[in-house]
């Protein structure tokens, strides 16, 4: 079956302990992304990727880093996490940046 | 500045009516929009996509309009069902593949 997966689906943890959010997809899509959602805000991009070793930022990338080493892996990195990363998480992928998106089910993250 | 406006108030109707969603936007010039369902927990699923050039595109019982005089897409679902509630999300892309979501609407059909 075709699909984003995120891990972990919900996690809590403190200010300035590292964290990472790994994300998979299984469709040798070429773009993938990451999105914060907070209420009132909407999706709000944070970082990109056209392809292998190409990332960019998006709109929010303050406080976050990004790899992309291999096609079907894109982590997003809270090298030190603050409350005000508390957000739901998004990672997406598509064929290519003109594609609509392939959403993963969220991680809901608590910071303390 | 650039921004896109959805209706943030539920919109509640009845089951069998036609549901009719907005999205306007200001000071952007898409190349594509896009609309997508969000469920509660769950991550958005891709719905339709329309080009600037098109005025109208349909799927089953949705349809897509796009009026880029207006800066307005409408979102309709035909004969609506208790299942088509979730939130809608309207999504605008440029020339360069930047894609920026509005903050959804909600929608409840009523049994």
């Known amino acids: 079956e075709a699909q984003v997966t995120q891990n972990p689906r919900y996690l809590i943890t403190v200010t300035g302990k590292k964290l990472t959010v790994t994300c998979s997809q299984n469709m040798n899509h070429e773009y993938m992304s990451w999105y914060r959602q907070d209420p009132g805000l909407g999706l709000r991009q944070i970082y990109y990727?056209?392809?292998?070793?190409?990332?960019d930022k998006g709109d929010v990338p303050e406080g976050y880093k990004v790899s992309r080493k291999e096609k079907r892996n894109f982590p997003l990195i809270l090298e030190s996490p603050s409350p005000n990363q508390t957000s739901l998480y998004f990672c997406?992928?598509?064929?290519?940046?003109?594609?609509?998106?392939?959403f993963g089910n969220g991680t809901r993250l608590t910071v303390t | 500045s650039q921004k896109i406006e959805q209706n943030s108030e539920a919109l509640n109707i009845q089951e069998g009516k036609t549901a009719t969603l907005t999205c306007n936007y200001t000071n952007y010039s898409p190349a594509y929009l896009q609309w997508y369902r969000q469920d509660p927990g769950r991550g958005p699923v891709f719905l339709l996509l329309?080009?600037?050039?098109?005025k109208e595109k349909r799927k089953e019982r949705l349809k897509v309009t796009f009026d880029t005089t207006l800066k307005q897409s409408l979102f309709h679902i035909t004969a609506s069902q208790p299942a088509d509630s979730a939130t809608y999300l309207c999504a605008l892309q440029d020339s360069s593949y930047k894609l920026i979501f509005g903050s959804g609407t909600r929608l409840l059909v009523r049994p």
């Open positions: 990727s056209m392809n292998v070793e190409v990332t």
């Open positions: 329309i080009r600037e050039n098109e």
């Open positions: 997406a992928s598509s064929a290519n940046a003109n594609s609509p998106l392939h």
